[in-house]
């Protein structure tokens, strides 16, 4: 075993969610720990939401060098935090924790890194200033992905099922970030695809077990990129028929493994690389988690 380049003693990691037994995380950083052939070890920690507090304040004291957060702790946590970094505090949300050396908790939120990283990686030399796209949904990960998206200094056209949500949304992104943002009634989603130069499904629909999402593509140009956060299937509807309509797609495991670089390098000391064999091995896991 290599010595952890960063960390000093702690090198635990895990991920606190309720329930968090579907986490392809632990495969994820257990990949990275031995490829690097670093100290390490990351697990699963189940929290029910009553014993959230507790947890995070002993997250030191049990050994831990830090912890990813997921659904449904992301805003508590962030409010359990002694530091956030500024994405974090604008999004009121956080999915990694560092147990600093002082023994504080420092919250930061990767998951629009983790999307922003996951498009450029999928198609090369795209540019998002002044690019207008439209997302699906304005739940938590709408929030993250937006954010990110508005920072790139692209031009936001939002529409979610429950409207009084994506007003909620804009309002709180104006907030924290400069740029164009509107309004799309639900009803009226497959029109605002029109001028569209990237589509994003931020929703849950089209993840397995979940309804299917229906979405009209004929207004869609061939020079649309379309993405989807879901990835389990990695293939959704959405993208199929995007590539049908000879789309360029880019699938949601990338964003999964993107917004996990920032956390490993934060606890491990390394920057760590996205490979085809990474995805061939979480690509694995899904499956032996979905059966
Ligand atoms: N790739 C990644 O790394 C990554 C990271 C985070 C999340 N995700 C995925 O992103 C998806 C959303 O997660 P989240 O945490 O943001 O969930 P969330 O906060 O619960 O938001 C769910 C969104 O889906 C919409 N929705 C749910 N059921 C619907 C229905 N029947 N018809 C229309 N809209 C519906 C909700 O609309 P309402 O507001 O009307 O309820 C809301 O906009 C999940 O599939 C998750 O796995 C992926």
Redo the contacts with the bound molecule.
């Keep these: 075993m290599s010595v952890n380049p960063q960390t000093k003693s702690a090198t635990k990691a895990g991920v606190i969610g309720w329930p968090v037994a579907h986490s392809l995380s632990p495969a994820l950083h257990t990949y990275w720990l031995k490829k690097y052939d670093l100290e390490g070890s990351y697990e699963l920690l189940p929290t029910e939401p009553h014993r959230l507090g507790e947890s995070l304040q002993t997250l030191g004291a049990r050994g831990f060098c830090g912890a990813n957060v997921?659904?449904p702790h992301k805003e508590f946590a962030a409010q359990a935090m002694d530091h956030l970094d500024a994405t974090a505090a604008a999004l009121s949300a956080v999915n990694l924790i560092i147990v600093r050396q002082d023994g504080s908790l420092e919250g930061r939120n990767t998951?629009g890194f983790?999307?922003v990283e996951?498009l450029k990686a999928g198609v090369p030399g795209i540019d998002l200033k002044d690019t207008n796209v439209c997302l699906?949904?304005?739940?938590?990960?709408?929030?993250?992905v937006a954010y990110a998206l508005l920072q790139e200094g692209a031009k936001l056209w939002i529409t979610?099922?429950?409207q009084s949500?994506?007003e909620a949304l804009k309002e709180q992104l104006e907030i924290c970030a400069k740029g164009d943002i509107h309004i799309v009634p639900?009803s009226e989603r497959s029109l605002a695809l029109e001028d569209v130069k990237l589509l994003v499904?931020?929703?849950?629909?089209?993840?397995a077990a979940?309804?299917a999402?229906s979405l009209d593509l004929d207004r869609l140009s061939t020079d649309v990129v379309v993405t989807d956060?879901?990835?389990?299937p990695l293939q959704t509807e959405l993208l199929k028929n995007a590539k049908a309509n000879g789309c360029r797609t880019v699938d949601?495991?990338?964003?999964?493994?993107h917004?996990a670089r920032p956390a490993f390098r934060a606890w491990f000391g390394v920057d760590p690389q996205v490979t085809d064999e990474l995805r061939e091995i979480l690509i694995q896991r899904q499956r032996e988690l979905s059966t």
Excluded: E, H
């Excluded at 699906?136 to 993250?144: M, P, Q, S």
């Design positions: 997921t659904v998951d983790g999307f996951n699906l949904g304005a739940g938590g990960t709408t929030k993250a979610n099922r429950t949500k994506a639900w499904n931020t929703t849950s629909l089209g993840m979940q309804p999402l956060c879901v990835y389990a949601g495991l990338g964003m999964l493994i917004q």
